[in-house]
């Protein structure tokens, strides 16, 4: 049969496999490789027949071109016949497969190639495989074989092979699956958005923007630069209707009577307008660009100011906050801030200085006419701010509406595990749904008066020319004013009208701007309930004693830690043991001073913690955590989280302790991989090694471990404690299981019930004693035992099975 | 930790037939053994470690370029056995700005196409070194973004 009837040869091979393939043999299978010995790019061929294995490489000498459609003798073609008895075998690492023709003793050839190819690869070697297989059962039956040819079918989109008709290419799949989020479109009403009002925005004085002067300050100058900018180029947009008037008077009119125009007179008037126009354009452009220079770096400043403020703030402060919130305000409303600075009140202040100037012209040039077009600008301010107050109430609504149908967002997404564990997906997009509905319903209310509004304005507009035309054609009859003068009212009226709107936005848009500047700065103004001692000791070498005297916290109206007395020794490992909600981790809290007591004091080597640095201070303390926290960055870069400056071999170093050294290197890019979020995966064990490694890299004095090891299988646990003896060793530590059997190596186990200490001593005097950690450890025993029971009981109910 | 050792010479790399690696280490023969970069990307040259095929380390290297020239051409030989990151030199094209999209790109390792998936495949180190995944895993590095031509750089600016 002829070669290549279903199985593509790739482009520019075809005529070299035409010239090797006899007429007897069958291709199996072929396999474009992408890489040479030494991993670099370059194509090559690998076939596979019934009877042999063919491949095709560009010999070394064969130079630069990258194309196969050279002279066929700058290929160079090896040939393996099946009957060498050699297997494939498939194997890749790091994005990069390597397929390898083992004979009995030796390996006969390699081919590399990056994953893309896979599938073709795992096609081929399970093919050559098979027909090897068959190829020995013939020779010892001498029976014949079918042909295997037959199943593969080309992808009619990427032009790949696949294995079988029925599934979509996995090529394919890839490709149209990624859906880019900027195609999907808004179904929301854009309006709604750009009216949204806070709920505290009413409560928000607008006095409250004035605080951001603090922020506007340092950028004085140009602000002022700005402003008159802004008051140079809106005196340039009015000169144009100015010019109008003579150029009515002086030569349209004169004209009309008979007269010649004088065309040295209209070129200057022409020259004039065309020049106030590009002043204006210049002037225009520059105060937009300098003012929106200087409210992005107020922007800045006040994003920068209120992440640093946060960043000390004290845990509790965390604690009641959503973190959503939290981001919204220092990302969202500064920039809104932003926005409000650069735009709005631009125009404002633009719109506002057109006004105020184009009333001082129009009383200049004739006060009659300029007192009849300006009383309708009232009564049309009046009605527009009326409308937009009721808009106002219906885009409030919008915004609660909207803010529902985030919340299920929010809600679902971070969830979606559980939702698809309890298949509750079509309850979920029927909630979604649901608001969704709402959404709309709200939306169609508001758009009907929308869509009126400014039809209306324009009306307003219309009516107002109206009035001035009236008045001004009475006048002109009575040859009060020319029809120059006129004519240049109706020029400077039509300007303004248009920006009444624009202007009646400006109370929301103010109210919205000092909502926005309260909730920053409420951070800002948030005192640390942490605070930095006034006049610090240093305590620059820590021995690790510490001592909890008569220390009581409430948090809230709840009594947590009740007049606690315990010291712990320099180098001494004490295990904390009791119920959950007994105070153990309050206590963890209040020793690094994540919280202050409320009465009492927590000393160490003999200093209230109140009166050390806190960065210092935290800097004697490893903290061990039930899920350790990756930051986005290298291996290398978390291990170093508490001490940047840490040179590689110290990092191996923490790494080796931790038992972290090994599975790291086993990672293709060993310290240097990506982990966190959308980072390399990592199982919690490995996470929790990463972490104490972190711990031993600041090599603390007090070591602090919170459940470090309960997240973990009793397998991972015991590497984990490996590392943990490591760690432990010379340090006063304080560790924190549920798992008794985890505490063993604690010099004294403390037992807390209800934020009280009600035992101490060592595991054999509490067993002795019969109290409170007799019983825990019985409870425990009992479980474990009856946990044991069922898995046996179990076992022997499939053995009577 | 052998941070503070001299590094006596006392192993040597070699591959037998079947291509797999050996290392002979103290009178011992570790068959299947792997070698890898502690840091391919920030520091290339230092730290190397030699795995046993079950992944205990069995010999840790300081530096490269103390060893002797022959043994450390073995030692990069076996890495390069496993270690395939091509940096990418230059960008040629690219058929779309919406990923999915193909990149034709020059790297150090030669010419090859790309298939990025999306935007998120595309990580930064810090401000001017990036890595690339491609839709089959291989990881395609930008050691200076800087330093790339312009043309290079205006087609990776619309994936930034």
Same mark, same amino acid.
């Given at each position: 049969m002829t070669p290549g009837q279903r199985i593509v040869i790739p482009?520019?091979?075809?005529?070299?496999?035409?010239?090797?393939?006899?007429?007897?043999?069958?291709?199996?299978?072929?396999?474009?490789?992408?890489?040479?010995?030494?991993?670099?790019?370059?194509?090559?061929?690998?076939?596979?027949?019934?009877?042999?294995?063919?491949?095709?490489?560009?010999?070394?000498?064969?130079?630069?071109?990258?194309?196969?459609? =050279?002279?066929?003798?700058?290929?160079?073609?090896? #040939?393996?016949?099946?009957?060498?008895?050699?297997?494939?075998?498939l194997h890749d690492h790091a994005g990069v497969a390597a397929l390898e023709l083992m004979g009995q003793d030796k390996r006969l050839a390699k081919w590399r190639f990056t994953l893309a190819q896979n599938l073709e690869a795992n096609r081929l070697q399970m093919q050559w495989n098979q027909?090897?297989?068959?190829?020995?059962?013939?020779?010892?039956?001498?029976? &014949?074989?079918?042909?295997?040819?037959?199943?593969?079918?080309?992808?009619?989109?990427?032009?790949?092979?696949?294995?079988?008709?029925?599934?979509?290419?996995?090529?394919?799949?890839?490709?149209?699956?990624?859906?880019?989020?900027?195609?999907?479109?808004? &179904?929301?009403?854009?309006?709604?958005?750009?009216? @949204?009002?806070?709920?505290?925005?009413?409560?928000?004085?607008?006095?409250?923007?004035?605080?951001?002067?603090?922020?506007?300050?340092?950028?004085?100058?140009?602000? #002022?630069?700005?402003?008159?900018?802004?008051?140079?180029?809106?005196?340039?947009?009015?000169?144009?209707?100015?010019?109008?008037?003579?150029?009515?008077?002086?030569?349209?009119?004169?004209?009309?009577?008979?007269?010649?125009?004088?065309?040295?007179?209209?070129?200057?008037?022409?020259?004039?307008?065309?020049?106030?126009?590009?002043?204006?354009?210049?002037?225009?452009?520059?105060?937009?660009?300098i003012l929106a220079l200087v409210s992005e770096r107020i922007g800045a400043d006040l994003r920068t100011a209120a992440y640093d403020h946060l960043m000390r703030l004290s845990l509790e402060y965390f604690g009641g906050r959503r973190t959503g919130d939290l981001m919204t305000r220092?990302?969202?409303?500064?920039?809104?801030?932003?926005?409000?600075?650069?735009?709005?009140?631009?125009?404002?202040?633009?719109?506002?200085?057109?006004?105020?100037?184009?009333?001082?012209?129009?009383?200049? #040039?004739?006060?009659?006419?300029?007192?009849?077009?300006?009383?309708?600008?009232?009564?049309i301010g009046w009605l527009i701010h009326v409308v937009r107050d009721r808009l106002r109430m219906g885009f409030e609504k919008i915004d609660r509406v909207?803010?529902?149908?985030?919340?299920?967002?929010?809600? &679902? /997404?971070?969830? /979606?595990?559980?939702?698809?564990?309890?298949?509750?997906?079509?309850?979920?997009?029927?909630?979604?749904?649901?608001?969704?509905?709402?959404?709309?319903?709200?939306?169609?209310?508001?758009?009907?008066?929308?869509?009126?509004?400014?039809?209306?304005v324009t009306l307003m507009t219309e009516i107002g020319l109206l009035v001035v035309w009236a008045f001004g054609i009475w006048q002109v009859s009575q040859h009060k004013v020319t029809v120059?003068?006129?004519?240049?009212?109706?020029?400077?009226?039509?300007?303004?009208? &248009?920006?009444?709107? @624009?202007?009646?936005?400006?109370?929301?848009?103010?109210?919205?701007?000092?909502?926005?500047?309260?909730?920053?700065?409420?951070?800002?103004?948030?005192? @640390?309930?942490?605070?930095?001692?006034?006049?610090?000791?240093?305590?620059?070498?820590?021995?690790?004693?510490?001592? #909890?005297?008569?220390?009581?916290?409430?948090? =809230?109206?709840?009594?947590?830690?009740?007049?606690?007395?315990?010291? /712990?020794?320099?180098?001494?490992?004490?295990?904390?043991?009791?119920?959950s909600g007994s105070g153990k981790s309050t206590l963890v809290n209040l020793i690094c001073r994540f919280y202050d007591v409320s009465e009492g004091s927590i000393k160490i080597d003999g200093v209230d913690i109140r009166r050390l640095p806190l960065a210092q201070y935290r800097s004697h303390i490893g903290l061990v955590l039930q899920e350790p926290f990756l930051f986005f960055g290298t291996i290398a870069d978390n291990i170093a989280y508490g001490r940047s400056d840490a040179t590689r071999e110290e990092i191996i170093q923490a790494a080796r302790?931790?038992?972290?050294?090994?599975?790291?290197?086993?990672?293709?890019?060993?310290?240097?991989?990506?982990?966190?979020?959308?980072?390399?995966?990592? @199982?919690?064990?490995?996470?929790?090694?990463?972490? /104490?490694?972190?711990a031993l890299l600041i090599n603390p004095r007090i070591l602090i471990m919170d459940e470090a090891t309960s997240s973990v299988d009793t397998e991972t646990e015991q590497e984990i404690q490996k590392a943990l003896d490591n760690l432990v060793q010379g340090r006063t530590t304080i560790a924190i299981a549920h798992r008794l059997s985890t505490l063993q190596r604690a010099d004294r186990l403390v037992v807390m019930e209800q934020g009280e200490l009600i035992e101490q001593g060592n595991h054999e005097e509490l067993m002795k004693a019969q109290g409170a950690y007799w019983r825990l450890y019985q409870a425990q025993a009992r479980s474990d035992q009856a946990n044991a029971m069922d898995v046996g009981l179990q076992a022997s109910k499939r053995d009577v099975l | 930790m052998s941070a503070s050792e001299s590094q006596p010479v006392e192993f040597s790399l070699y591959t037998d037939a079947k291509g797999v690696w050996h290392?002979?280490?103290?009178?011992?023969?570790?068959?299947?053994?792997?070698a890898v970069r502690a840091f391919p990307i920030h520091a290339p040259n230092e730290g190397v470690s030699i795995l046993s095929q079950e992944g205990k380390e069995l010999l840790w290297i300081d530096r490269l370029d103390a060893l002797p020239a022959e043994l450390r051409q073995d030692v990069e030989s076996c890495i390069q056995n496993r270690e395939f990151m091509p940096e990418i030199l230059k960008l040629d094209s690219v058929n779309s700005f919406?990923?999915?999209?193909?990149?034709?790109?020059?790297?150090?390792?030669?010419?090859? !196409?790309?298939?990025?998936?999306? !935007? !998120?495949?595309?990580?930064?180190?810090?401000?001017?070194?990036?890595?690339?995944?491609?839709?089959?895993?291989?990881?395609?590095?930008?050691?200076?973004?800087?330093?790339?031509?312009?043309?290079?750089?205006k087609l990776l600016d619309r994936f930034l």
């Open positions: 482009q520019g091979f075809e005529s070299l496999v035409q010239a090797q393939l006899n007429t007897v043999e069958n291709v199996l299978a072929v396999l474009e490789v992408d890489l040479d010995e030494q991993l670099c790019f370059s194509r090559g061929l690998l076939l596979a027949t019934d009877q042999r294995l063919l491949s095709w490489e560009r010999s070394p000498l064969s130079g630069e071109a990258q194309t196969p459609e =050279g002279a066929a003798s700058k290929w160079t073609c090896k #040939i393996y016949p099946i009957d060498l008895g050699a297997k494939l075998s027909a090897l297989g068959e190829h020995l059962k013939k020779i010892e039956s001498n029976a &014949t074989s079918g042909s295997l040819e037959g199943l593969s079918q080309n992808c009619p989109t990427c032009g790949r092979l696949k294995l079988d008709f029925s599934n979509p290419c996995p090529v394919c799949e890839v490709k149209s699956d990624g859906h880019s989020p900027t195609e999907a479109s808004a &179904t929301h009403n854009p309006l709604a958005i750009a009216e @949204s009002l806070d709920d505290d925005e009413a409560q928000a004085s607008t006095w409250g923007l004035l605080r951001l002067w603090r922020f506007a300050k340092p950028y004085q100058n140009r602000l #002022i630069l700005g402003f008159v900018l802004t008051l140079a180029s809106t005196a340039a947009t009015l000169v144009p209707p100015y010019l109008t008037m003579p150029l009515m008077d002086e030569v349209l009119i004169p004209f009309q009577n008979g007269q010649q125009i004088e065309s040295h007179v209209v070129a200057m008037y022409l020259l004039g307008l065309f020049g106030a126009a590009l002043l204006a354009w210049a002037l225009g452009w520059l105060k937009t660009y220092i990302g969202g409303e500064t920039d809104r801030l932003c926005v409000f600075l650069s735009l709005h009140l631009l125009d404002f202040a633009t719109d506002f200085l057109m006004i105020v100037m184009t009333a001082i012209i129009l009383f200049s #040039i004739d006060s009659g006419l300029a007192l009849a077009t300006l009383l309708p600008l009232p009564f909207w803010s529902e149908l985030t919340n299920v967002l929010a809600d &679902t /997404i971070p969830g /979606i595990r559980v939702v698809k564990a309890f298949a509750q997906e079509g309850r979920e997009s029927a909630r979604f749904r649901e608001a969704n509905q709402h959404n709309l319903a709200v939306n169609d209310r508001i758009n009907f008066l929308w869509s009126l509004f400014s039809p209306t120059g003068v006129l004519t240049a009212f109706l020029a400077y009226i039509g300007r303004f009208y &248009t920006r009444l709107d @624009s202007m009646s936005r400006i109370v929301s848009h103010t109210q919205k701007a000092a909502a926005g500047t309260k909730r920053i700065f409420e951070i800002l103004d948030h005192v @640390s309930s942490v605070p930095e001692p006034v006049d610090p000791v240093n305590l620059t070498h820590v021995k690790g004693l510490v001592e #909890i005297d008569n220390a009581v916290f409430r948090y =809230g109206n709840r009594l947590i830690i009740k007049h606690l007395h315990l010291d /712990i020794q320099p180098g001494e490992m004490i295990g904390l043991v009791g119920q302790a931790a038992h972290a050294h090994e599975f790291i290197l086993r990672l293709p890019q060993g310290y240097d991989s990506l982990v966190g979020e959308r980072g390399q995966g990592l @199982s919690g064990g490995e996470r929790q090694r990463i972490s /104490i490694a972190r | 290392l002979s280490h103290v009178g011992v023969d570790h068959v299947g053994v792997i919406v990923t999915p999209c193909r990149w034709r790109i020059q790297t150090h390792k030669g010419a090859t !196409e790309l298939l990025l998936k999306g !935007e !998120e495949d595309i990580r930064r180190l810090n401000s001017n070194t990036l890595i690339v995944s491609d839709a089959y895993g291989v990881q395609y590095l930008i050691k200076n973004l800087a330093a790339m031509d312009r043309h290079s750089r």
